[in-house]
């Protein structure tokens, strides 16, 4: 992901040149901030190209660093037979095929998030390790709807929010899953589909995200280059726009739905889209210009900016609390609309 800096006003300037010995400098007290192995693209100043450029790669460049690298976050480099095994390893170690969440656990696989972009879901990555699948629900759809149905009666509403905060209701992940997204389960119960502003706590939630991601993007990106609601490639109005970068940015609860014609329009003209999200959900993986970025995520690359400011705010509003320093943003919004 990109970060604040990395356009330059004389585009004819030449890049910086380092010493090996002061790249693995480098390298080794990114790692000490961290507390870990560093990412490929935790590494900004300078990037990762520059560690490719100089070491062959960044596994040569960390290996160099005395670092071990981080094979979870290196799926790419890990062949489909190989993955199989692992997969099979951790069954016969807890006696069953595994969830996404002890997949998520094992130190030795590549991260679920990887693992749904490379094979489509977790169920076709243990069919394709030669297991059968579990039991993919815990819940029929007939008790999942009744839930909704009871509590669209006594809250009056129904939102992904609302559903995320009660915890006798299956979560809103689940309904993603079991419904293809949110939106469907809620057709299903035959509830309206809520936008935004028909939740008053979702409605103020979701703009002190936007907020937020306004924040960060300014943190990441030269400000000059950064457009608010509006692009030159689309009449709609995306939340965030970077110019040099043809990047269209929309801050997003979470993943409630396939978000299809915002991806069809954003991605115009060769245009990439980045949703920031604070919670998985669908990810829409038809578009190879779609990315999804998650608070946790976000959180961590603010923190390699030295912006903990801002990565302590990603971690409330995983926690589903608002910072105190929108409220007042938020509240003047409520009231216009």
């Known amino acids: ?88 390893t951790l069954s016969n170690n807890i006696g069953r095929p595994p969830f996404s969440k002890e997949i998520e656990e094992d130190k030795n696989l590549p991260g679920v998030s990887y693992l749904l972009k490379r094979f489509g879901s977790i169920k076709h990555l243990v069919q394709k390790a030669g297991l059968t699948p579990n039991t993919p629900f815990k819940y029929s759809k007939e008790y999942m709807i009744s839930k909704l149905k009871e509590l669209k009666r006594k809250k009056g509403y129904v939102s992904y929010l609302l559903v995320e905060s009660i915890k006798d209701i299956p ?55 950064i457009r608010f609601q509006k692009s030159e490639f689309t009449d709609k109005h995306p939340d965030i726009f970077i110019v040099t970068k043809r990047k269209h940015i929309d801050a997003k609860i979470s993943g409630y739905d396939d978000f299809q014609d915002q991806i069809d329009e954003y991605t115009k003209d060769f245009c990439k889209l980045e949703f920031w999200c604070i919670w998985p959900g669908i990810e829409n993986i038809s578009n190879p210009r779609v990315k999804y970025y998650y608070a946790e995520e ?40």
């Open 1 to 88: 992901m990109p970060h604040q800096g990395d356009y330059s006003e004389n585009k004819m300037t030449r890049p910086k040149k380092y010493t090996k010995e002061e790249l693995l400098e480098r390298l080794i007290r990114l790692k000490d901030r961290l507390g870990r192995t560093p990412k490929k693209r935790e590494a900004k100043n300078p990037s990762e190209e520059t560690y490719r450029h100089y070491f062959g790669s960044w596994n040569n460049a960390l290996k160099r660093a005395g670092l071990k690298p981080n094979q979870k976050r290196l799926g790419g480099s890990i062949p489909d037979e190989e993955i199989f095994t692992k997969i099979r």
């Open 171 to 225: 979560s809103s992940v689940t309904y993603n899953a079991r419904f293809g997204s949110f939106n469907n389960a809620l057709r299903k119960a035959g509830i309206p589909v809520n936008k935004t502003e028909d939740d008053p706590f979702n409605r103020r939630f979701w703009k002190a995200w936007q907020n937020h991601c306004e924040s960060m993007a300014k943190a990441m990106y030269d400000n000059k280059w």
């Open 298 to 337: 976000l959180a961590g690359i603010m923190k390699v900016l030295d912006r903990m400011d801002l990565a302590k705010k990603c971690y409330l509003f995983k926690n589903r609390i608002i910072p105190d320093c929108y409220q007042k943003e938020i509240v003047n919004y409520c009231e216009v609309r």
